[in-house]
């Protein structure tokens, strides 16, 4: 029974789910930012290295 108490109105006030919805948005971008800080760095050096190959990849060299 705690556990419903936990969600003081939770389920009575619909409208204050809705305003964690729009503060999740915000935490969500926070995210984004650091996270492409490390794996942005890391493929756009080894992209350089593929575009050789890739043009020859599709000129059908394998048929």
């Keep these: ?11 009575e006030t619909g409208g204050k789910r809705q305003k964690a919805k729009g503060k999740r948005q915000k935490a ?9 800080h ?4 890391t493929p756009y050096t080894l992209l350089p290295h593929t575009p050789h190959p890739t043009p ?3 000129s059908g060299d394998s048929k």
């Design 1 to 11: 029974m705690r556990r419903w108490e936990t969600g003081d109105g939770r389920r």
């Design 28 to 36: 969500k971008g926070s995210f984004v930012l650091p996270t492409p």
């Design 38 to 41: 490390t794996p942005h760095p």
């Design 56 to 58: 020859s990849f599709k």
